[in-house]
C-alpha cells in the first residue's frame, strides 16, 4: 500500500509559467516532508523539505505548501525553466530526526522551451 | 568529496546468476541506505545502517537479498540468486547524523541492473 502518492505520472508547462506539482499521504504520524528531483542517469537531489509544524516553506523559485488536513503537499515552482525538466520525488518521515523515508512513485516535468 | 560512489553503473547478467552491487558512502557520514527504483512503486527503502550496524532491513524483498556494511566507507548490495523481476536501479544514498544539516540524504548515480 503506498503511503506516499503522486497521482500525476507526468506534467508538460511552459517556459516562464507555474508548475505544480502534487503529494498526498495517508499516514498522519508523518511530521517531515521533502522534494527530490532527479535528472536521468543520475540520483536524486535534495531540493526543499517542510516540517508539518509550517504549511509554507520558500527557496528561491521554489515552494513547498503543507496542508495537513487533506493531508497533500505540492510543490510550486515559478517561473519553470527548461533546467526544472526532471523526475521530481515527493518524501515523508515519520517524525523529525528519523532516516526512514517513504518516496512517492515520482512525477516527470516537462519544461517546454 | 566525490560524492556517494557506486559500482558498477550497469549491471547485465543472466538469471540464477549472483549480482554484488557496491557502495562508498560519503566520509563523516553515519547513515547508509540502499533503495530500488522501479515505474511501479518508485524509490522503495530497502535497508539503512547506522554507524555500520543495519537498523532496519524491513524493505529488503525476501532472503535472495543480504547487504553488509562492513566498515564506515563501504557496503554492498547481494543478489544471489538474481531473477528477471530484480530487474531495477538501485541507489545507495548517505546522511549525516541529526544536527550536521539535517536529515537530507546524498544519493549516489545509481547502478541499472539488468536480469535476463
Known amino acids: 500500500d503506498q503511503q506516499v502518492k503522486q497521482n500525476s505520472p507526468s506534467l508538460s508547462v511552459q517556459e516562464g509559467r507555474i508548475s505544480i506539482l502534487n503529494c498526498d499521504y495517508t499516514?498522519?504520524?508523518?511530521?517531515?516532508f521533502l522534494w527530490y528531483k532527479k535528472y536521468p542517469a543520475e540520483g536524486p537531489t535534495f531540493l526543499i523539505s517542510?516540517?508539518?509544524?509550517?504549511d509554507k516553506n520558500e527557496d528561491g523559485r521554489f515552494t513547498v505548501f503543507l496542508n495537513k488536513s487533506a493531508k497533500h503537499l505540492s510543490l510550486h515552482i515559478v517561473p519553470s525553466q527548461p533546467g526544472d525538466s526532471a523526475v521530481y520525488f515527493c518524501?515523508?518521515?515519520?517524525?523529525?530526526?528519523?532516516?526512514?523515508?517513504?518516496f512517492g512513485t515520482g512525477t516527470r516535468l516537462k519544461v517546454l522551451a | 568529496d566525490a560524492g556517494v560512489i557506486q559500482s558498477p553503473r550497469h549491471e547485465v547478467t543472466e538469471m540464477g546468476q549472483e549480482v554484488t552491487l557496491r557502495c562508498k558512502p560519503i566520509s563523516g557520514h553515519d547513515y547508509l541506505f540502499w533503495y530500488r527504483q522501479t515505474m511501479m512503486r518508485g524509490l522503495e527503502l530497502l535497508i539503512y545502517f547506522n554507524n555500520n550496524v543495519p537498523i532496519d532491513d524491513s524493505g529488503m524483498p525476501e532472503d535472495r537479498f543480504s547487504a553488509k556494511m562492513p566498515n564506515a566507507s563501504f557496503s554492498t548490495l547481494k543478489i544471489q540468486p538474481s531473477e528477471p523481476r530484480d530487474s531495477a536501479v538501485y541507489f545507495c544514498?548517505?546522511?549525516?547524523?541529526?544536527?550536521?544539516?539535517?536529515?537530507?540524504?546524498?544519493f549516489g548515480p545509481g547502478t541499472r541492473l539488468t536480469v535476463l
Open positions: 499516514n498522519s504520524m508523518f511530521d517531515y
Open positions: 517542510i516540517s508539518s509544524i509550517k
Open positions: 544514498a548517505s546522511s549525516a547524523r541529526l544536527g550536521d544539516g539535517g536529515n537530507e540524504q546524498f
Open positions: 518524501a515523508a518521515s515519520g517524525h523529525s530526526g528519523t532516516y526512514k523515508y517513504i
